[in-house]
């Protein structure tokens, strides 16, 4: 599996913005997707996560209310919309593919994207 995560830029306080994760392969529907994000000089957290249909959904507690996972598995591609963005929310922002479980552990991804730098700033 190859992911392609786009979307990132710079956007003001309080602004929102959409990733988007591409998904190479015909077996999309079978994966558990993830954002994690590592912002300068600190290690990557979990963001959410979200089940193979879509059903379930796991977030941190900092992005609950603001951000908001799906996926479309006809068009292979997961989202993260995010909204009353933060300063603290600056990061690179990763998506991954796992067989395991919609977790918020690192390991139990397979599959990482590039990642997309996503800046808030005035």
């Known amino acids: 599996v190859q992911l392609q995560a786009s979307g990132g830029g710079l956007v003001q306080p309080g602004g929102s913005l959409r990733l988007s994760c591409a998904a190479s392969g015909r077996t999309f529907g079978s994966w558990y997707m993830s954002w994690f994000r590592q912002a300068p000089g600190k290690e990557r957290e979990f963001v959410v996560a979200i089940s193979r249909t879509g059903g379930m959904v796991r977030s941190v507690d900092s992005v609950k209310g603001r951000f908001t996972i799906s996926r479309d598995n006809a068009k292979n591609t997961v989202y993260l919309q995010m909204h009353s963005l933060k300063p603290e929310d600056t990061a690179v922002y990763y998506c991954?593919?796992?067989?395991?479980?919609?977790?918020?552990?690192?390991?139990?991804?397979?599959?990482w994207g590039q990642g997309t730098l996503v800046t808030v700033s005035s």
């Open positions: 991954a593919a796992g067989s395991k479980t919609y977790s918020s552990v690192e390991d139990d991804y397979d599959y």
